[in-house]
C-alpha cells in the first residue's frame, strides 16, 4: 500500500488517447499535486459527487497539479472529464490507467470481477507535496465515499 513519504511510481498513464502518453510522478516532479483514484468512469458515486465536490471547491486551485485516475481506457476517461468539465475549468486532467498498471504500483487496486468484470482502483486520494506523499486517503471498502472526499481531503 502506498504510505505517505512514498514517492509517485514512475508508471506511465493516457490521457485523452492510447498514444498520449503522461507520467504523473514527472508532471507532479518535486511539486504538490493531488492524485484521486475512482473505481469506475460515469459510475453514479464517481459521477454524482465524488469528482464534482472536487470540481466545485474553491480549494482545488492550491492543491496543485491534480489528477483523476480510473481502470479505464483513454477515451472514456476523456468523455468523462468533458461531461464533468466541459471547459476544464477546474484543471483537472483525466487519466486511463486501462492495464492497471499505476493502481497497482501503488496497491490500490481490488478484485471488482463481480461489478465491472476485471480488478479496478480502489477509491481514494493522495495528497502529494514537495514530490512526495503527504497524506493517503483510500476507502476501508475500497468504494465508499467518505476519507477521500473532496471536503475531508481540501480541509
Known amino acids: 500500500m502506498v504510505n505517505v513519504g512514498d514517492s509517485i511510481p514512475s508508471v506511465e498513464v493516457t490521457e485523452g488517447a492510447p498514444d498520449k502518453k503522461v507520467n504523473i510522478a514527472s508532471e507532479i516532479g518535486s511539486g504538490n499535486g493531488l492524485i484521486i483514484g475512482v473505481p469506475a468512469a460515469f459510475s453514479p ?30 477515451f472514456v476517461m476523456n468523455a468523462w472529464g468533458k461531461a464533468l ?9 483525466f487519466l486511463g490507467d486501462v492495464k492497471g498498471e499505476f493502481t ?19 477509491r481514494y486520494a493522495i495528497v502529494v507535496e514537495g514530490g512526495k ?5 483510500i476507502e476501508p471498502d475500497s468504494v465508499g465515499l467518505t476519507i477521500s472526499a473532496a471536503e475531508k481531503v481540501l480541509a
Do not use: E, M, Q
Open 133 to 137: 506523499v503527504k497524506s493517503v486517503n
Open 85 to 93: 468539465d466541459a471547459d476544464k475549468s477546474s484543471g483537472i486532467r
Open 45 to 74: 458515486t464517481c459521477s454524482d459527487s465524488h469528482i464534482p465536490d472536487y470540481i466545485k471547491s474553491p480549494k482545488l486551485k492550491s492543491a496543485g497539479k491534480v489528477f483523476v485516475v480510473s481502470v479505464n481506457d483513454a
Open 104 to 122: 497497482k504500483a501503488l496497491h490500490v487496486d481490488f478484485d471488482s470481477t463481480a461489478i465491472f468484470g476485471n480488478r479496478r482502483s480502489k
